[in-house]
């Protein structure tokens, strides 16, 4: 089991990772309307946060897998 865990560990890290790489090189855009239209730098702040927060769970998530597989002796 602690293989197994260690490598969705592993994994979870990667993908949050990746996710917040491509947001912000700009390849994954969920702010395209908004951003056409914004006065201010607020309102793409507040449609960036979903995606931003799924990435950064994901690598707490990640985190999480591989702390907590480890048995301290």
Same mark, same amino acid.
């Given at each position: 089991?602690?293989?197994?865990?260690?490598?969705? @560990?592993?994994?979870?890290?990667?993908?949050?990772?990746?996710?917040? /790489? +491509?947001? !912000? %090189?700009?390849?994954?855009?969920? &702010? @395209?309307?908004?951003?056409?239209?914004?006065?201010?730098?607020?309102? /793409? +702040?507040? !449609? %960036?946060?979903?995606?931003?927060? &799924? @990435?950064?769970?994901?690598?707490?998530?990640?985190?999480?897998?591989?702390?907590?597989?480890?048995?301290?002796?």
């Amino acid at each position: 089991m602690k293989p197994m865990r260690l490598l969705a @560990g592993w994994l979870c890290i990667a993908i949050g990772f990746a996710l917040v /790489v +491509l947001l !912000a %090189l700009g390849v994954l855009d969920p &702010v @395209g309307a908004s951003a056409a239209r914004a006065t201010s730098l607020t309102p /793409v +702040l507040v !449609a %960036l946060l979903p995606s931003v927060s &799924v @990435g950064i769970a994901i690598f707490a998530v990640g985190v999480w897998l591989i702390s907590t597989g480890r048995k301290s002796k």
